[in-house]
T-cell receptor, first 111, second 115 residues
Framework: QKEVEQNSGPLSVPEGAIASLNCTYSDRGSQSFFWYRQYSGKSPELIMSIYSNGDKEDGRFTAQLNKASQYVSLLIRDSQPSDSATYLCAAHSGSARQLTFGSGTQLTVLP | KAGVTQTPRYLIKTRGQQVTLSCSPISGHRSVSWYQQTPGQGLQFLFEYFSETQRNKGNFPGRFSGRQFSNSRSEMNVSTLELGDSALYLC??????????????FGPGTRLTVL
């Protein structure tokens, strides 16, 4: 069973703080990784994708990938109440041609 | 460019009935994947279609089926509905599925309630 695990949460951070979301995956064949944000009652919205080891920054978001440790993370700097949502980590295996999602981490940013 | 569209947005059915959900991908996207999302099981992969062919299937019973048309629009069908089929059904499109870096974009989903 190829799995993606996320820290269970819920996670609460004060406004302006850094939120750190973590994810591990079991399939070493996974080649690309995605972070989606899902507001309550809405569909997942892509935040970032990452394919290579290291960091990738996009505005207040930084994704980090370590394939040796099979670990992916998402940092949200200067967190805003509007960032309050469930964050889904997903791994894509080229051979399986499907996205496997973690169970999600619920983030609450307190004003 | 318009996003992924799904119809209907909400559906209420009773046990034993069947249902058909529709998905129109982003223009130019040829791959359509379907997912079921429930509070207990999270997001689970149903199947993926590319050029009218099912390329991959998740671990769901045969009551769940789908198809893709030549214009890349896709439908999924659930027969003999069960209470446990109540879920948010999400469709995601991607440009092509030949590379693992292909990004999937989700539609708004169809909320199915089985009574």
């Amino acid at each position: 069973q190829k799995e993606v695990e996320q820290n269970s949460g819920p996670l609460s951070v004060p406004e302006g703080a850094i939120a750190s979301l973590n994810c591990t995956y079991s399939d070493r064949g996974s080649q690309s990784f995605f972070w989606y944000r899902q507001y309550s009652g809405k569909s997942p919205e892509l935040i970032m994708s990452i394919y290579s080891n290291g960091d990738k920054e996009d505005g207040r978001f930084t994704a980090q990938l370590n394939k040796a440790s099979q670990y992916v993370s998402l940092l949200i700097r200067d967190s805003q109440p509007s960032d309050s949502a469930t964050y889904l980590c997903a791994a894509h295996s080229g051979s399986a041609r499907q996205l496997t999602f973690g169970s999600g981490t619920q983030l609450t940013v307190l004003p | 460019k318009a996003g992924v569209t799904q119809t209907p947005r909400y559906l209420i059915k009773t046990r034993g009935q069947q249902v058909t959900l529709s998905c129109s991908p982003i223009s130019g996207h040829r791959s359509v994947s379907w997912y079921q999302q429930t509070p207990g099981q999270g997001l689970q992969f149903l199947f993926e279609y590319f050029s009218e062919t099912q390329r991959n299937k998740g671990n769901f019973p045969g009551r769940f089926s789908g198809r893709q048309f030549s214009n890349s629009r896709s439908e999924m069908n659930v027969s003999t509905l069960e209470l446990g089929d109540s879920a948010l059904y999400l469709c995601a499109s991607s440009l092509q599925s030949s590379t693992s870096t292909d990004t999937q974009y989700f539609g708004p989903g169809t909320r199915l309630t089985v009574l």
